[in-house]
T-cell receptor, first 115, second 117 residues
């Protein structure tokens, strides 16, 4: 069974600081990888996803993530965070089985950006 | 893009009553719908997977008789919390897979905040 771990539970950064949120998964086969964001009071939104190809994926709002297969990692990065990036970030993985399969989520990382 | 409409967004009910949550796929057919529950400060936990025209598949530890799932059509899946208790208070989210350039993306509903008093 697949599992996802996010190492940082709560991160506090000042505006303009660089961000990196860790995500590791466990599954021996081919996977799709996702990062979702949940702003306060809002629903989950897709930040970016990796299916295949270039392991460096660029998403919305200046976020990017790098898939490192050998490390089973898919860390999220942003060079310079803004106050509006304050939100909960979830890494998710699904195993490619040929049919739509469930997403397994990490426990989430709460990002707080201070002015 | 694909949209999943989830209603109601908030509901308060008395202990012992039942509550129905609906998720509709707009502009696409959702043969599968995933139902998640989000606990405060915790991740989304998959409760069950509904499939149009067949019985739902429940995750371990989820009571089938308490969380009734029906997937009556290709655009509608419902979750009914029966005989609700305060411990059922939570945030429930549905999600449907949607083909996206040959791969699977997932579209989430806006969630339902259930409060049982």
């Amino acid at each position: 069974a697949q599992s996802v771990s996010q190492h940082n539970h709560h991160v506090i950064l000042s505006e303009a600081a660089s961000l990196e949120l860790g995500c590791n998964y466990s599954y021996g086969g081919t996977v799709n990888l996702f990062w979702y964001v949940q702003y306060p009071g809002q629903h989950l939104q897709l930040l970016l996803k990796y299916f295949s190809g270039d392991p460096l994926v660029k998403g919305i709002k200046g976020f990017e993530a790098e898939f490192i297969k050998s490390k089973f990692s898919f860390n999220l990065r942003k060079p310079s965070v803004q106050w509006s990036d304050t939100a909960e970030y979830f890494c998710a993985v699904n195993a490619l089985t040929g049919t739509a399969s469930k997403l397994t989520f990490g426990t989430g990382t709460r990002l707080q950006v201070t002015l | 893009g694909a949209v999943v409409s989830q209603h109601p967004s908030r509901v308060i009910c008395k202990s012992g009553t039942s509550v129905k949550i609906e998720c509709r796929s707009l502009d696409f057919q959702a043969t599968t719908m995933f139902w998640y529950r989000q606990f405060p400060k915790k991740s989304l936990m998959l409760m069950a997977t509904s499939n149009e025209g067949s019985k739902a598949t429940y995750e371990q530890g989820v009571e089938k008789d308490k969380f009734l799932i029906n997937h009556a059509s290709l655009t509608l899946s419902t979750l009914t919390v029966t005989s609700a208790h305060p411990e059922d208070s939570s945030f429930y989210i549905c999600s449907a897979p949607d083909r996206d350039r040959g791969n699977y993306g997932y579209t989430f509903g806006s969630g339902t905040r259930l409060t049982v008093v």
